[in-house]
């Protein structure tokens, strides 16, 4: 072979590779995995195999990248490939399907029990590259699988469905394999349908904060109120978050609705500053990806100063579910940002998640809520009232408040007055009620005395 016939197919190979490989790890790319997933398609129809599409994407990448630059996320990236290729047999065909995506094709391993150890297989490779760069990151993936022909004849058909059982594994917690099932694609329509009204709500402002009394349980003088989201329909009906559950999963729509939430409560607190009432808390629920993006606090900061509200005013509520989904180096940060600004930091649902006592040492709480299930048979159940005396005791050592959640009668106040808890919220003060509504609770219930208890606590209405 001449030199310029070696250089020429030198030149060919090189613009193969670039046209059908992927530059980082190696692998075929997007484009060139769907060609050969369409003859393999054709092969297995005419020849009446089976086939396992699988779509494998990295859990909160986005996060290692912040953390650790693009340069450690690449080196992920490449180990990722080469720790799947050796699970692999030569028949299947791997695919770096875009940013932190792959996409596997399996042809010799089609039986569930073959499919499943392939699954798990590789969620534990993916599980193993991140916490040996950083410790203090937690890495795993989500995996979503769709069979041919069981669910699809197609290339797009059966990329489509696995995209929908990867939804599906990321919403049941990430760190799964989900195989698809048709009952998913009516759950994404329902979606899709809850986020079209969702959005038409919030555009008209037919979603606006009610806000549920917090009582000082020493003398029941009012404390604030925790907002909490409404839909108003034209009929009047009130509908509440969990009858958008689905629409609220999305990230961007729980963004949407926390800004207009934050804006609407400080608008209130602002009102109610004119108007002369006195200085009254209000708490607000604060969502993972509100928190995810970094911003959360200079977005706080701003609002506070452009409507003139004095950051003491206002608590941020969290879950400890959110502790646990969120990059710990960001949370942190933006804890400490929220508690330098001013705002207070309460923990929702205590008692109901994990490792409680290492985020009130790790996090700059000054709140806990002691979640209602705690609290409904606190009279009668002695486990209950041991656990709740616990929590009680533990947050006075550590100088944070204490708000019982759930409280619906007078003998659960009386022992949790007796067990000194300091604030509570629940039916037996009020339900959640109107801004206009919330201002008359709040003012008369500052002047208000014990004896008077009966004439200005709302009604279940």
Request: glycine share 6%; net charge negative; with cysteine.
């Amino acid at each position: 072979m001449s030199k310029d016939s070696a250089a020429r197919r030198a030149i060919a190979n090189r613009l193969w590779e670039a046209t059908h490989n992927d530059a980082l790890t190696g692998l075929c790319n997007r484009q060139h995995f769907q060609d050969l997933f369409r003859k393999a398609l054709t092969q297995a129809h005419y020849a009446g195999r089976r086939l396992a599409f699988l779509l494998m994407d990295l859990d909160n990448f986005k996060d290692v990248n912040s953390t650790l630059g693009h340069q450690a996320g690449d080196a992920i990236l490449i180990e990722t490939a080469e720790n799947i290729r050796t699970l692999l047999s030569a028949n299947d065909t791997i695919s770096r399907f875009g940013g932190d995506e792959f996409a596997l094709l399996l042809s010799d391993h089609t039986r569930e029990d073959e499919i499943k150890l392939v699954a798990d297989q590789l969620l534990s490779v993916a599980a193993a590259s991140v916490p040996r760069l950083s410790p203090k990151l937690r890495s795993s993936a989500s995996l979503g699988v769709s069979l041919f022909p069981d669910h699809g004849s197609d290339v797009g058909e059966l990329i489509q469905n696995a995209e929908l059982a990867l939804y599906r594994a990321k919403a049941g917690g990430r760190g799964r394999a989900e195989v698809f099932k048709p009952q998913m694609r009516a759950a994404v329509t329902e979606r899709l349908n809850q986020m079209s009204t969702f959005r038409a709500l919030l555009e008209t402002g037919s979603i606006t904060p009610y806000y549920q009394p917090q009582v000082r349980l020493t003398d029941r003088r009012s404390h604030g109120f925790e907002a909490l989201a409404r839909w108003i329909l034209p009929n009047g009906d009130v509908l509440l978050p969990g009858d958008f559950r689905a629409a609220l999963e999305d990230p961007d729509a729980a963004i949407l609705l926390g800004e207009h939430m934050l804006r609407c409560v400080t608008d209130d607190l602002r009102r109610w500053r004119e108007t002369g009432m006195p200085a009254c808390k209000v708490s607000i629920n604060a969502t993972a990806p509100e928190l995810k993006r970094g911003d959360y606090p200079e977005k706080i900061a701003s609002v506070l100063s452009r409507k003139g509200v004095p950051p003491r005013l206002l608590t941020i509520e969290i879950t400890e579910t959110v502790l646990l989904d969120e990059d710990v180096l960001q949370l942190e940060k933006t804890l400490r940002d929220l508690k330098d600004l001013g705002v207070s930091i309460a923990l929702d649902d205590f008692g109901t998640g994990f490792a409680t006592l290492t985020h009130l040492r790790s996090h700059p709480i000054d709140q806990i809520k002691i979640d209602r299930s705690f609290i409904s048979e606190l009279t009668s159940n002695d486990d209950d009232n041991a656990i709740v005396r616990a929590m009680l005791s533990l947050a006075r050592s550590l100088g944070i408040e204490t708000v019982a959640e759930g409280l619906e009668n007078e003998a659960q106040l009386r022992c949790l007055q007796m067990l000194g808890c300091e604030y509570a919220q629940g039916f037996y003060f009020g339900r959640a009620i109107p801004a206009d509504e919330a201002e008359a609770y709040f003012r008369a219930h500052r002047a208000y005395r014990k004896a008077n208890l009966a004439h200005f606590r709302i009604g279940a209405a």
